[in-house]
């Protein structure tokens, strides 16, 4: 059996579990988000599930039709057609930022997730998302803060990139946006 891996010290004395990827291998959209929540995934083991932020975005996959959950709250909904991850897979204490030395440090896990998947469609949760995209699929900086960047949509060679605030922060409103961009994309 593999050791956990412990690159980030900090991290992984505090973490719960590794939150790994979780969701549909055949998936058309992978969904991108920061950190594991402690109150969310870091307690569930699943991206996206346990908190606030989780079950808005549990809620919006059901919109879509991603899910086949009855109720946003579940803890390992069935999805389709979505596979949802982290920017980095270990909880950050008192859910602080991650690091730059921690993102670079899991982005060999998310590039593996990026290349074993090959979505047509890569949505990100949040300026450390949205960075790590814009590094990875672009080859280039941010050029704007995420209040500027929400909802908007990037050609990524082959791919589509659509920048979203995160959950956590997201109003009602960017919430529908997210919604309206994703179904457009996935009806593409
Ligand atoms: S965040 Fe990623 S690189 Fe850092 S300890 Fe966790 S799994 Fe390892």
């Not at 690159?7 to 594991?36: K, M, N, S």
């Not at 080859?139 to 995160?166: C, K, N």
């Not at 959950?167 to 946006?177: C, D, G």
Request: aromatic letters at 4%; charged letters at 15%; a positive charge.
């Amino acid at each position: 059996m593999t050791a956990p891996c412990t690159l980030c010290p900090a991290l992984a004395a505090h973490r719960r579990c590794i939150v790994q990827g979780y969701g549909d291998p055949q998936a058309r959209l992978l969904i991108v988000g920061e950190a594991p929540g402690h109150l969310g995934a870091d307690r569930t083991g699943v991206p996206f599930t346990g908190d606030r932020s989780g079950r808005r975005v549990q809620a919006l996959l059901m919109g879509l039709g991603l899910s086949e959950a009855t109720d946003p709250a579940m803890n390992a909904p069935r999805l389709r057609g979505v596979f949802l991850t982290n920017v980095v897979r270990c909880n950050p204490p008192g859910n602080r930022n991650p690091t730059p030395v921690e993102v670079a440090n899991c982005a060999p896990y998310l590039a593996a997730e990026l290349a074993a998947i090959r979505p047509q469609v890569v949505a990100t949760l949040g300026i450390f998302a949205a960075r790590w995209a814009f590094r990875a699929l672009l080859d280039r900086e941010l050029p704007a803060g995420m209040r500027a960047l929400h909802g908007q949509v990037w050609p990524a060679g082959g791919r589509t990139l659509l920048t979203l605030v995160h959950p956590a922060r997201a109003s009602t409103a960017q919430m529908a946006t997210a919604a309206a961009q994703l179904q457009m994309l996935l009806a593409g």
